[in-house]
């Protein structure tokens, strides 16, 4: 009995000791991460901004379903409203997929006195419905959409995805060998449907075989995406692509084989620095911008906004450390200006 | 459809099913320790996530896969000593206890990435190690001996855990215990102790499993297993608590899963049945718990916690 | 009476055991626990509208807090909440699918109905499969979890997806927007408190009643109470199994329902995962149970105070920038806190009653059936 309370003594102080060590570590890696964190996530994320409020800076929340660094859908939006050259005082409130949160935190966002609410995601748009007419003065952004479900404080925003994806595309057909071409989905939705719908019309134009597509049927699953990514080496791919943020486990299989990537929504280069070839990335700010002017100049909402390859809220940005053939790389610069002229049909 | 069957798809598949059942296997035989000891552990998805973030962490800081592997054991190995701690000393009801591990693991680990990490950085993925000779093998060669270390160390376990619980005296305690434990206590058997350690090495093996997968990987994200350890515990009544049993479960589910996303890559099962497909390991584990239920005994005294008459 | 007070004490201390560790973890994360608690209060009951937002979070919580409370009493742990109210949404969002027209008087009663239906359904299979099969409740409601999730990907991903989702290309895995005959009215104007939450309340209520007050109650009771004195005394034990789960799982449905048709968005919508349409509130509902003493009127408070730190964590989000998820680590302690302080609350009765302590334990302990392995 006496040994058997010694026992559970010595685990007790093994158990704390390990958990002061956890807490101490961890706090000592949180350190810097404290100083610049007050309530403004700009500092956070960038690092600048923020400083010397002159006049009462802009207040701009954003409410989003994945996570503000997703390096995907999320992070695009986070970075345009950081990349905006207007004195801003920016919250975020990322990884509420569940519409009940959200709503909340929009209705929420818009009590606290923001004056501009940004619903980052399809999915909200019928809370929107319920909570723009009760603050007539703050602006709603809500996208990707391409309505404004008839209020006229809400703007809505959406991405000409599949132009990107058939640059992308006709680049990946320059590239491959096999002309077995993979792509890796989530569910078949929202813009991930159209990047891919373009991505896989331009493989082809540029000559691709085939492409093959995977759904995972999942925003989330990271191993189910990298699985599918091995499932499409066996067949010959060796070329992959993918959209939404669960493609982090498809790109690390992509670099664990040497398989050229393509990325969407941001710029993911920095996942695989030797393998991306070039990403479409979303720089919402040329619209933004548009609209902050309109709010400015009296107009909340009403209006319908695209980025695309012509404006420039579509940007494909090709990774300067992939070594890209020159051939291939014209091939892109001539899709981007069919795109833009009209010239060429992405099929979606 | 013809051309599913040629022999690179089906080694193909075979080779993706065996990375597929790893952490499945590792979890499930720690699972299968901890349940002939008498303790139902249903919190190894908590652990596994939890062990996963700190191997990612540390890996993505040092860039030293021995570290992370390190961090993830003993990560595993503190919440062993905490549900230790809340079975055995306050011997809490097992079924919900385990359920606030997971909700702790899943909630903790998710809140220490996104303040620590943010953005999803690529680690260090673990190597490929071709056994020689057996490698190169034909088909078999490239099925099954071009895997990770962890994956062989899955399978080796095997039947490490079949010797230690059939022939160490250590193993036979924890198998005693599990089934009388005032029998085993009556001779001089410490239940206490046994259902500390086999609790200690059940985690620990469940960090393993998040460590296999996040190495694997090469990232981690919030609720990166998706309920792979309640798959892992359901494994353990499939397998009938017998390790070579839960093995042949978990390459089951493995090569179950590997089937269908290679027929999902190539177009053969239409988008809109994928989910059922998805929905068949949990309803053929129901129906296995069904037909066994009535077979098979498992421990006698799982789930109940000791107390001295 | 001392032996009361203690006994309900200790539950609650235990919880702010649980909440002292969250202090810590923000203290660590760089964050005041003060400005935290402030955060989290103002949050969930800062305005009249954070006061209603609170309440209809709690409301699926008190209503599958109260369903486990009552599966508990005849010993049989119900983790299916979230397969549950996904099953009872389906059926619910079917129903208004089908007869979008009927005036709101018959097609809300319906829905909720509907609702209640096909989480009784759900409870059922396992109650029936533990009843006459031996097979372990909490697996198979956990595997059952699993299938509800992938059936509700399947039936929003294609037959029930918004039309308008497939002309505009979009796919967004989701139904059209529910006829208004279907939504729950609001009771206050200006904020989101609708009718739903005095369903679940008035369910809690009706549970309690049935427990304590009805028959079948005290079969239930009697069953976990101890099966073979029960049998001894010619009740039906299997049959009272299966109700048990299929009741539990009903409360579930309900609250799949009320979540469809409470929401703000008049529609289901996943996002591949339970937690995307639920909000974890099958495994939330647990922490409400719990720490309600697993006593349907109990898990009404009980399941206001989590709705309130649930909210009040993206209060916590906004403000602090501290993630959400802390909340649920938070969740994760207070079920392990309370579940362990339980033998300990034992302890300290039996110590004041001076009676033998494991007598006392019996609440969580004693498991059914004969069959070693598969009971709980």
């Given at each position: 009995m006496k040994k058997n309370r010694l026992f559970r003594l010595l685990i007790a102080v093994f158990a704390l000791a390990l958990v002061a060590a956890a807490c101490g570590g961890s706090s000592a890696e949180d350190e810097p991460a404290t100083t610049t964190v007050?309530?403004?996530?700009a500092a956070g994320a960038t690092?600048?901004?923020?400083?010397?409020?002159?006049?009462?800076p802009l207040r701009v929340a954003i409410v989003a379903p994945?996570?503000?660094?997703?390096?995907a859908f999320t992070q695009s939006m986070v970075d345009a409203v950081n990349a905006l050259d207007r004195d801003i005082e920016l919250s975020i409130t990322d990884g509420t997929f569940v519409i009940e949160d959200a709503a909340a935190a929009i209705r929420g966002y818009a009590e606290d006195g923001n004056d501009v609410v940004i619903a980052?995601?399809?999915?909200f748009g019928a809370s929107l419905i319920e909570i723009a007419p009760d603050f007539p003065d703050v602006t709603f952004l809500w996208g990707t959409?391409?309505?404004?479900?008839?209020?006229?404080?809400v703007f809505a925003y959406s991405p000409a995805a599949d132009e990107g994806g058939y640059v992308n595309g006709i680049v990946a057909a320059g590239i491959s060998e096999s002309g077995i071409i993979g792509v890796v989905g989530p569910?078949?939705?929202?813009?991930a449907v159209a990047y891919i719908k373009g991505f896989e019309t331009g493989a082809l134009d540029g000559g691709a075989k085939s492409v093959n597509i995977t759904?995972?049927?999942?925003?989330?699953?990271v191993a189910l995406a990298a699985e599918a990514a091995q499932a499409h080496l066996v067949n010959g791919v060796d070329v992959l692509t993918g959209s939404a943020q669960m493609v982090v486990g498809a790109v690390g299989v992509a670099s664990q084989n040497d398989i050229p990537w393509f990325g969407n929504q941001?710029?993911?280069?920095?996942?695989?620095p030797a393998l991306v070839v070039a990403s479409q990335v979303y720089h919402w700010e040329v619209i933004l911008e548009e609209m902050l002017s309109l709010r400015d100049a009296g107009v909340l909402g009403g209006q319908a906004f695209e980025i695309n390859l012509a404006n420039g809220g579509l940007v494909i940005e090709f990774n300067p450390g992939y070594d890209l053939p020159e051939g291939v790389r014209a091939a892109a610069d001539a899709a981007i200006q069919g795109i833009i002229g009209g010239t060429i049909d992405t099929g979606f | 459809m013809s051309d599913f069957f040629t022999l690179t798809v089906l080694v193909a598949v075979v080779g993706s099913g065996v990375r597929l059942a790893t952490p499945y296997l590792l979890a499930g035989l720690g699972e299968t320790v901890g349940q002939k000891s008498g303790v139902l552990n249903l919190g190894i998805d908590g652990v596994m996530q939890l062990s996963a973030f700190s191997a990612y962490f540390v890996v993505l800081k040092t860039d030293n896969l021995m570290l992370g592997v390190l961090a993830g054991l003993a990560v595993g190995a503190v919440m062993g000593v905490f549900y230790g701690v809340i079975t055995?000393?306050?011997?809490?009801t097992q079924g919900i206890s385990g359920i606030g591990i997971f909700i702790f693991g899943l909630g903790f680990s998710d809140l220490l990435f996104q303040r620590l990490v943010g953005t999803p950085k690529p680690i260090r993925q673990l190597p490929t190690i071709e056994i020689p000779f057996l490698s190169e093998l034909p088909v078999v060669g490239e099925a099954l001996f071009q895997h990770n270390p962890l994956t062989y160390v899955a399978f080796i376990l095997v039947p490490v855990t079949i010797l230690f619980l059939g022939k160490t005296t250590f193993g036979l305690n924890i198998r005693a215990v599990g089934e009388n434990p005032h029998a085993a206590d009556s001779l001089g058997v410490s239940v206490e102790r046994t259902r500390y350690v086999a609790i200690l090495i059940g985690n620990t093996m469940a960090g393993l499993a998040g460590v296999a997968l996040v190495l694997e990987l090469g990232i981690f994200q919030p609720?990166?297993?998706?309920?792979l350890g309640f798959i892992a515990v359901a494994l353990v009544y499939f397998g009938s608590w017998r390790p070579s049993h839960v093995m042949a479960g978990a390459l089951l589910y493995g090569l179950v899963n590997a089937t269908v996303l290679q027929l999902k890559a190539r177009n053969i099962i239409p988008l809109s049945f994928s989910e059922l497909a998805a929905m068949a390991p949990a309803v053929l584990t129901i129906v296995a718990l069904v037909i066994l239920a009535q077979r098979v005994k498992g421990p006698?005294?799982?789930?109940k916690p000791f107390i001295r008459h | 009476m001392l032996s009361k007070i203690v006994g309900s004490a200790v539950p609650v201390l235990a919880a702010l055991a649980a909440f002292l560790v969250g202090a810590v973890m923000l203290l660590v994360l760089g964050a005041s626990p003060l400005d935290g608690l402030k955060a989290i209060l103002d949050g969930a009951f800062g305005s009249g509208e954070r006061l209603a937002a609170t309440a209809v979070k709690a409301t699926p919580l008190i209503l599958v807090g109260a369903g486990i409370s009552i599966a508990f009493r005849a010993r049989v742990i119900n983790i299916g909440g979230e397969g549950q109210i996904i099953a009872g949404a389906l059926l619910a969002t079917v129903i208004a699918l089908a007869l979008?027209?009927?005036?709101s008087v018959v097609l809300i009663p319906l829905v909720l109905m509907g609702g209640a239906i096909g989480g009784t359904i759900l409870g059922a299979i396992p109650g029936v499969l533990k009843a006459?099969?031996?097979?372990n409740e909490i697996l198979s409601t956990i595997m059952l979890n699993l299938v509800m999730v992938q059936f509700m990907n399947f039936l929003l991903r294609?037959?029930?997806?918004?039309p308008l989702e497939i002309a505009a290309g979009t796919r967004i895995p989701q139904t059209q927007?529910?006829?208004?005959?279907?939504a729950l009215p609001?009771?206050?104007?200006?904020?989101?408190?609708?009718l739903g939450v005095v369903v679940a309340v008035v369910a809690a209520v009706i549970a309690y009643i049935v427990l304590w007050r009805m028959p079948l109650g005290f079969r239930l009771r009697a069953v976990g109470h101890s099966p073979e004195a029960a049998r001894a005394a010619g009740i039906n034990v299997e049959r009272n199994i299966t109700y048990a789960l299929a009741i539990s799982g009903m409360l579930g449905g309900l609250a799949g329902a009320i979540l469809v048709f409470g929401s703000e968005g008049q529609r289901m919508i996943t996002d591949g995962s339970a937690a995307g349409f639920t909000g974890a509130a099958g495994f939330n509902g647990i922490v409400a149970a719990l720490f309600g003493g697993l006593h349907p009127l109990w898990t009404i408070p009980s399941a206001f105070l989590f709705g309130a730190l649930l909210t009040g964590a993206t209060q916590l989000q906004r403000v602090?920038?501290?993630?959400?998820a802390l909340a649920v680590a938070l969740n994760g302690l207070v079920v392990i806190f309370v579940i362990s302080s339980a033998r300990f609350r034992s302890y300290i009765q039996s110590i004041i009653e001076k009676r033998?302590?494991?007598?006392?334990?019996?609440d969580l302990e004693r498991p059914y059936s004969k069959i070693p392995g598969v009971d709980t």
């Open positions: 007050p309530t403004t996530e690092g600048s901004e923020t400083t010397e409020p002159v006049a009462a994945s996570a503000k660094d997703d390096l980052h995601g399809t999915q959409a391409t309505d404004t479900q008839g209020l006229d404080n569910l078949e939705a929202g813009d759904y995972t049927g999942s925003f989330g699953d941001a710029n993911q280069t920095s996942l695989a | 055995i000393v306050f011997k809490a609720n990166l297993t998706q309920g006698a005294a799982l789930t | 979008p027209d009927l005036p006459y099969a031996s097979v294609g037959p029930l997806i918004d927007r529910l006829s208004d005959n279907a609001t009771l206050v104007e200006g904020t989101r408190l609708h602090l920038q501290i993630p959400a033998p302590s494991n007598r006392a334990s019996e």
